[in-house]
């Protein structure tokens, strides 16, 4: 937050120095005592990114510390020996100064012990708040005194007092000569991970596993973890890191002091990867608990309990919304014909089971075939299409009609009704199984999670028998009141209350419905939401007319059928359309998330002259997902985009793309990230920006178009 | 498709890569074992080293006794701290008063800071008015590896039955202010007194702090 917070205040200042030329920024390099007398080794400077201070506002300075070669400073965690420089700070009163923000560091072999810190130069940054009262006009001088230790072999504690004097105003430039270093210093602080992370500790070792899947493991050049506590790791011994599909695993020694690893271990992952400018550093702030949040590094459980917990999670979905009244509705026809031969009723149990299996089955199988074609997908991928959303919400739809009694589906669907024994009974009931399937897909029950995460780190026939025993599951209370006859008499004696239960049981349903309309609000904004309404309000009028007609004379009813059919078949064909609708109008629940790229879009908006960021990116390329967080997703770039009506289209190159791949190579790549701004004319060339981006660096390139 | 052919697809399509990284310094040459280095709470390694005086002194000799290491290098600033504040020297004083066997240990290799001859040692004792038993000349580092002695001042206590009951910095003040030597909780001196009435130590583990052992 306050990096973004820092980068916006630094944005105002590059814009408001395109107008006002700044008053240089007087800093007068405070001396540096040296205790022993000879020169010091680290020339120190009190920078601000900002040339004046605003009342009650917020200010970055940063300590600049200009290290003599061969000495080093110390790190937050100084290693095995050091110490980590301090300020004490003095400010006018009202002021208030924040921790030190610490930029990653460097390894410092020293011997056979490890020191962490900093060589050449390296500015602290500190956040300090001015009191809403400072005049305007006035100036404040901001002092402290800062302590550090350098070290070559041998070291010296150095000081120097610190001194800022900065007038009061409005928010002005940065001193052109500071600014590019506050900004090198907030680029090196360590992001927060995006990956969940656990830990695990022998007694030798400790081991941090980051979930980092599909990372391109020949890109990196270079991990090492930092821990920020001393006593965790040994810091010297060597760290084995392995990159593979689950993520990244590093083993270390552990370190000296008792039981510091069983609680659990913060610190600054640095992952150096190669790009095709050379090679670059990206540190994580990284928490890694020994209770784990990453499934992938859990030590395996038994297939026993994996089975169990599908079948227990089977068995919860029954109470689902969507669920429910599909099986409700089957227990009522049981109830109303629990007089019927033993073996029917049984035929029907195992024919609903038979559904549920079989569409569990071919479900969990298309799973299992597009992970192993490398998509990321997890359950509920089905969810992911519109089409697939929409085409629920019809079906769930009329089902509840049907329940309300405005449609009777009959006997075939959701009863076992007059053809009790007779073949399309049981069709029937296999139906009605794979409806409840289909609708228990959106409702993921709690136990469900880790079986199915289990399930698809698994080979494909454990995969398939974890998936089938949650479609046991599920199937499990039908079935049991189908082949016991003793669950049977239970039930309450038939009666209206049946009909007034089914009816109420609609109402979870539309509820389902009303929530499947918001997916795909979610995913197609509000032009497909409104296709999706007009499918649902022909398939209503459908359901009436057909039902008002059924006592009419045959040429009537046959006209109301056809009507009938021709709305079903109008919703049918809104709902592909729907799925298509333009996403940009979509709300994006993160920041700036852009429409796919394709060349052909491209040219199009170009053709109109609309001004295009195109972010070629991947899933893989840590980079871009650094820069996707601290930059191109953040509310001040989305704010821009939307200022200087710029289309942000994403190309994802996180599968091969050959489209992608030709338009990299235009621009002489042969990789992401790349970051290209068209301008509003064809005229000018568009612009390429640097791999590393901040959100100053994207604002800056926006206000030149 | 059986779990094979997909598993190798996978790898194939991702990659898998294994790097170790370590720094030079610790692969080139073998690193000192502190896997295998003491540990508190386990019978303190035996060692046998040179004295000021040329006479070896091992300390398995001062079984029955409390022992104290010292680990120091006299131009260290945070050396200095303790002992320009005479803080060092007048602990030496009181605990040695006590029947405690105080050794000084100096692990520079030759031509590092901190690295003496036996008379230069001497010398330090006497113009500091230091009060160790003895000064061991450890300028190999064999000791100092033994014992994962990272910084100076680097302190260890062993008890009378031969156990490292703590090892770590000598106080809580990782500084070089000499200010800072008053009001510091002397973690020595706090297990020192844990031992004498036969509690376990408190804290008996922490992260020593000064300057690194200018080991070769």
């Keep these: ?705 | 498709m059986s779990d094979s052919v997909s598993r190798r697809r996978f790898l194939a399509h991702t990659g898998a890569a294994v790097l170790v990284t370590g720094a030079s310094a610790t692969l080139g040459r073998p690193r000192p074992s502190w896997a295998a280095a003491a540990k508190v709470g386990e019978p303190a390694p035996g060692f046998t080293s040179t004295a000021t005086s040329g006479s070896p002194v091992s300390l398995g000799s001062y079984k029955g006794k409390i022992v104290i290491l010292e680990w120091t290098n006299h131009d260290c600033p945070y050396v200095r701290k303790h002992y320009e504040t005479g803080n060092m020297q007048s602990l030496q004083r009181e605990v040695t008063g006590q029947g405690v066997v105080w050794l000084t240990l100096i692990s520079s290799s030759p031509g590092t800071q901190g690295h003496v001859t036996p008379a230069q040692a001497d010398e330090l004792t006497s113009t500091r008015k230091a009060a160790p038993t003895a000064v061991l000349l450890d300028e190999k580092g064999v000791v100092g590896r033994m014992y994962g002695a990272t910084n100076t001042p680097h302190m260890y206590v062993v008890d009378k039955t031969g156990l490292l009951v703590y090892a770590g910095a000598i106080d809580d003040r990782p500084t070089t202010r000499r200010a800072d030597v008053q009001g510091a909780n002397n973690y020595v001196r706090a297990a020192l007194e844990a031992v004498v009435a036969g509690q376990p130590v408190k804290t008996p583990v922490t992260r020593a702090y000064g300057c690194t052992v200018k080991y070769s």
């Design chain 1, 1 to 705: 937050m306050a990096i973004r917070l820092l980068a916006v205040s630094l944005h105002l200042c590059i814009l408001s120095g395109i107008f006002l030329a700044g008053p240089a920024l007087a800093v007068s390099p405070p001396r540096a005592k040296a205790p022993t007398g000879s020169t010091p080794k680290v020339s120190v400077a009190l920078i601000s990114e900002s040339a004046a201070v605003e009342p009650g506002g917020m200010l970055w300075v940063g300590l600049r510390q200009r290290i003599a070669p061969g000495w080093h400073t110390y790190w937050l965690n100084p290693g095995d020996s050091g110490e980590p420089p301090t300020i004490e700070w003095a400010l006018p009163p009202g002021w208030s100064a924040g921790p030190i923000v610490w930029p990653q560091p460097e390894r410092l072999p020293v011997g056979p012990l490890m020191s962490y810190g900093y060589t050449n130069e390296v500015v602290l940054l500190t956040r300090l708040t001015a009191p809403a009262d400072v005049q305007a006009g006035t100036s404040t001088a901001l002092r402290g005194r800062a302590s550090w230790l350098v070290c070559e072999k041998i070291c010296i504690p150095e000081e120097a007092d610190l001194a800022l004097t900065l007038p009061v105003g409005g928010v002005k430039p940065a001193t052109a000569a500071t600014a590019p270093a506050i900004e090198r210093a907030r680029r090196a602080v360590p992001a927060p991970s995006p990956w969940p992370t656990s830990l695990r500790a022998t007694a030798d070792t400790v081991t941090v596993s980051v979930a980092a899947p599909r990372l391109a493991a020949d890109r990196i050049a270079d991990v090492w973890f930092f821990p920020s506590r001393w006593g965790v790791i040994d810091h010297a011994a060597p760290q084995a890191v392995t990159i593979d599909e689950r993520g990244i695993t590093l083993r270390t020694a552990r370190g000296p002091l008792p039981a510091a690893a069983e609680s659990g271990v913060d610190g600054v992952l640095v992952i150096r990867e190669r790009l095709d400018q050379g090679t670059v550093s990206q540190a994580f702030e990284i928490r890694a608990s020994t209770e784990g949040a990453a499934a992938g590094s859990r030590p395996p459980f038994a297939l026993a309990t994996a089975v169990g917990l599908a079948l227990a999670g089977g068995l919860m979905l029954n109470l689902m919304p969507c669920v429910l009244p599909v099986l409700s509705v089957k227990a009522i026809a049981l109830v109303g014909h629990a007089e019927a031969p033993t073996a029917v009723l049984r035929r029907h149990g195992l024919s609903y089971t038979g559904g549920v299996l079989a569409s569990f089955g071919a479900l969990a199988g298309a799973l299992i075939v597009l992970r192993a074609g490398g998509a990321e997908i997890g359950w509920g991928f089905q969810l992911q299409s519109p089409l697939v959303v929409g085409g629920l919400a019809y079906v769930l739809f009329a089902l509840a009609l049907s329940l309300s009694g405005v449609l009777v589906i009959g006997s075939r669907l959701t009863g076992l009704g007059k053809g009790l024994a007779s073949r399309p009974g049981y069709a029937g009931s296999f139906f009605a199984g794979a409806l409840a399937t289909v609708a228990a897909t959106p409702c993921t029950a709690p136990f469900m999670g880790v079986a199915i995460g289990y399930a698809l780190t698994q080979p494909p026939t454990t995969a398939l028998l974890v998936f089938e025993a949650l479609g046991l599951g599920l199937a499990l209370p039908f079935l049991a009141l189908s082949l016991i006859p003793g669950w049977r008499r239970r039930l309450p004696k038939p009666g209206p209350w049946m009909e007034r239960l089914k009816q109420a049981l609609a109402f979870p349903l539309y509820g389902s419905v009303a929530w499947l309309v918001w997916v795909v609000g979610r995913q197609v904004g509000p032009d497909g939401v409104a296709l999706v309404l007009a499918g649902l309000l022909l398939i209503g009028f459908a359901a009436w007319i057909h039902h008002g007609t059924r006592a009419a004379a045959p040429r009537w009813r046959r006209a109301a059928t056809t009507v009938a059919l021709a709305c079903v078949a109008v919703a049918i064909a809104l709902a592909p359309l729907a799925a298509s609708s333009p996403s940009s109008s979509a709300p994006s629940p993160t920041g700036a998330r852009g429409e796919p790229f394709t060349p052909k879009r491209l040219a199009e908006l170009r053709a109109q002259g609309t001004p295009v960021f195109v972010n070629f990116t991947a899933a893989w390329c840590i980079t871009c997902l650094v820069n996707e967080r601290v930059a191109l997703h953040s509310p001040a770039v989305a704010e821009a985009f939307a200022r200087k009506g710029v289309v942000y289209l994403e190309a994802d190159w996180t599968r091969k793309s050959p489209e992608i791949a030709a338009v990299l190579q235009s621009f002489g790549r042969s990789g992401v990230p790349l970051y290209v701004v068209y301008g509003r004319t064809a005229v000018l060339a568009p612009r390429v920006l640097p791999q590393i981006l901040s959100e100053g660096v994207i604002i800056e390139a926006l206000e030149m178009i």
